[in-house]
């Protein structure tokens, strides 16, 4: 079985890296691939760019989305996924510092898997982390068109 991927889309180095030190600590092994703009995580997604070599097929297992980045903002970068056959039932988690009840309705209202605002406090970050790891990465069914094949 080939491995499921984690797509971890986040600007901010200190986050990457507490999200990286996280997953450690958990001892997710899955492999994580790190963009840190809405147009990179496009073009990672869609395989254009840098990525144009990537294969069509292969979908990360679950993409964690931060809403403010730069290039595109996190909320179109969620609705350019929700709009394109290829990424629609991907699973996305928004993973954001932001607390605006507007930002919480309108990922809803885009399709977002779930949104997690970020615990200020590594030992509860770390927590979120090995939950949603355990969640999406081992307990949740994907889509019949999402399954193994599709992995990294």
Not at 2 to 26: C, G, Y
Not at 80 to 91: H, Q
Request: glycine content about 4%; proline content about 5%; aromatic content about 6%.
């Amino acid at each position: 079985m080939k491995v499921k991927t984690i797509l971890l889309i986040e600007d901010n180095p200190s986050d990457v890296d507490l999200t990286r030190r996280a997953l450690r600590k958990a001892r997710v092994q899955n492999a994580l691939v790190v963009v840190e703009d809405g147009e990179e995580a496009l073009d990672y997604l869609f395989c254009r760019g840098a990525y144009a070599g990537r294969d069509h097929s292969a979908l990360p297992a679950i993409t964690l989305l931060d809403l403010n980045l730069p290039k595109i903002p996190g909320l179109e970068v969620l609705h350019r996924i929700r709009a394109d056959e290829r990424t629609r039932r991907l699973p996305v988690v928004i993973l954001t510092s932001s607390t605006e009840e507007h930002d919480v309705a309108a990922g809803y209202d885009l399709g977002v898997n779930s949104y997690i605002r970020k615990p200020v406090d590594f030992t509860q970050f770390a927590q979120a982390i090995e939950n949603l790891g355990l969640y999406w990465l081992v307990m949740n069914e994907l889509p019949p068109d999402m399954e193994c094949e599709h992995y990294e």
